[in-house]
């Protein structure tokens, strides 16, 4: 893992007069969590940049006050809030329509959005399991259509964070990647199956776009209420679950821990998002 320090000395190198900024940045699923620290982290660093917030209706408000927040912290950022369904497909397509039809490049596209099933199956209305959709089908379909705009860019670059190099098998059932036979629907083949599928896609991706760096990051162990996604609040698997990822976090620390691209501690509980 990079150590925390080579990432801030790292990041303290962004600025505008050498051009090492991202302009135009795409950030999915940054009204919480990873995604929303990571946007912050960027417009923190003072730079002329323009982001495009892309969130669901329901974070409208929540996404406002944190637009509001990211002006306080620097006045060159200008932020975009783009409602849009992440996880319908035909949603996905009509916001990258509209970004296409602002932007001549893209600098930067961070997907984030999702969450592990620990819930039963659900799906959307286009028949895709809404984790499978958020995780893999909806961020490839960001990237797919984005990919002119991306290629345009001097030095483009496409963060997926999921599970790169942790949760990946060397083979899948190609003849269930819906996950619909009987009894191979779960968090833990959810995961694995999409995490695999993100990296092979990426890779493809790559070959075929050497001007564009792309990622698939494994964020670690972080608090951000991201294992509770599908639970009641205060039900009891929701506390299991808090407790297990309490449990599976180890304590970081100035002296010892490392931390994410974002500046993110990694399972440092007290230090938690939320
Ligand atoms: N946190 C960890 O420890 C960890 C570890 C490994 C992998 N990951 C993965 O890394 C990614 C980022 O994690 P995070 O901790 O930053 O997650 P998070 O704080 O829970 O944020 C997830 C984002 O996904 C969006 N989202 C969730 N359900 C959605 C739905 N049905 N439709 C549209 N958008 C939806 C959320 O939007 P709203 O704000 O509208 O709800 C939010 O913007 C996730 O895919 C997560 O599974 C996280």
């Not at 200008?78 to 932007?103: F, M, N, P, Q």
């Not at 001549?104 to 999702?114: E, S």
């Not at 345009?152 to 083979?171: D, F, N, Y």
């Not at 995961?191 to 890779?203: G, H, I, K």
Request: glycine residues 10%; aromatic residues 6%.
């Amino acid at each position: 893992m990079v150590p925390y320090k080579a990432i801030k000395a790292s990041n303290a190198l962004i600025n505008d007069s050498k051009s090492t900024a991202p302009r135009i940045a795409v950030f999915v699923g940054a009204t919480s969590g990873i995604g929303q620290l990571t946007a912050s982290a960027l417009v923190a660093t003072g730079t002329r940049v323009r982001i495009y917030l892309i969130g669901r209706k329901s974070s409208k408000e929540r996404a406002q006050n944190f637009i509001q927040e990211l002006h306080s912290i620097s006045l060159k950022a200008e932020v975009i809030w783009t409602e849009g369904e992440a996880s319908i497909l035909g949603d996905v397509k009509r916001v990258c329509d509209i970004i296409k039809s602002k932007e001549k490049h893209v600098d930067l596209l961070f997907l984030t959005a999702g969450y592990v099933p620990f819930v039963p199956r659900d799906e959307t209305a286009e028949g895709v399991e809404v984790t499978l959709s958020l995780r893999y089908y909806s961020r490839m379909m960001f990237i797919l259509q984005l990919l002119p705009l991306l290629r345009q860019a001097k030095a483009a670059r496409v963060i997926s964070v999921l599970g790169g190099g942790l949760l990946e098998r060397p083979s899948i059932d190609l003849d269930d990647l819906d996950l619909k036979k009987p009894g191979s629907f779960g968090a833990m083949q959810s995961q694995v199956l999409s995490a695999t599928m993100n990296t092979a896609a990426l890779e493809r991706l790559a070959a075929d776009s050497p001007s564009i760096t792309f990622i698939h990051s494994c964020p670690g162990s972080v608090d951000t209420g991201n294992v509770r996604r599908g639970f009641e609040p205060d039900s009891l698997k929701a506390c299991v679950q808090l407790g297990e990822s309490i449990s599976g976090t180890r304590r970081g620390g100035d002296d010892g821990g490392e931390e994410a691209e974002d500046g993110s501690k990694h399972g440092d509980y007290e230090n938690a998002y939320q």
